[in-house]
């Protein structure tokens, strides 16, 4: 148990549904991410927020829709996803402390998302 | 563009052997490097790095960077059927929000 908590853990959604993918941290983190994991390919970061605030959107299309209401929660909007979006999407959560970097990430167990 | 590269990308061993996995990396705003294990889903953290030279330890499991060179290893030694997993490093940059870049990941199958 790493302090972070995903919810669905499995999801099936068709190209035309909305549905919605929860991360729960409870370390008292400030800041939040997405991460991709496809086969065969690196973690790919999608969005970071700090604070609350959203600082990173790595390219992300818009089908893919972040919201922040508060430091210990996360959700990832779906809307109209193509298969190729079949992946596992990964919360995790760090501490930034005025400027201080060197921090790990904690990861949840994911949502495995499949689009058919 | 930062780029993580591991190799090697999978490696079978049996119980017992001691394997060496490496992580080489071109980044701009350096920070730190990590490793991580993934055994099923949720990665989870084994080190990080920000000096050069000087070796992390735990139990089995080792680490060393090398920032003048750009690259990290982890060592396992006496390897045992759970160390069976994904081997991620991630580098660890970011003038402003802090970000990981991941490599692809070493996967490790120990046999008995």
Not at chain 1, 55 to 60: D, L, P
Not at chain 2, 36 to 59: D, H, N, R, V
Request: net charge neutral.
């Amino acid at each position: 148990e790493t302090g972070v908590t995903q919810t669905p853990r499995h999801l099936v959604m068709g190209m035309t549904n909305k549905k919605s993918l929860k991360c729960e941290q409870h370390l008292g983190h400030n800041a939040m991410y997405w991460y991709k994991q496809s086969a065969k390919k690196p973690l790919e970061l999608m969005f970071v927020y700090s604070l609350e605030e959203r600082v990173e959107n790595n390219s992300v299309p818009s089908r893919f829709s972040p919201e922040c209401p508060n430091s210990s929660h996360l959700f990832l909007h779906l809307h109209t996803l193509q298969p190729e979006d079949s992946a596992l999407y990964l919360c995790a959560s760090s501490q930034e402390a005025g400027g201080a970097f060197n921090t790990e990430a904690f990861f949840g167990q994911g949502t495995r998302l499949t689009v058919v | 563009e930062d780029k993580v590269v591991q190799s090697p990308l999978s490696l079978v061993v049996h119980e017992g052997d001691t394997v060496t996995l490496n992580c080489s990396y071109e980044v701009t705003n350096f920070r730190s490097l990590l490793w991580y294990k993934q055994e099923k889903k949720a990665p989870t953290f084994l080190f990080m790095l920000t000096s050069s030279g000087i070796e992390k330890k735990s139990g089995r499991l080792s680490s060393i960077l090398d920032k003048k060179e750009l690259f990290s290893i982890l060592n396992i030694t006496a390897t045992q059927t759970g160390d069976s997993a994904i081997y991620l490093c991630a580098v660890g940059t970011g003038a402003g929000s802090y970000q990981l870049t991941f490599g692809k990941g070493t996967k490790l199958s120990v046999i008995p």
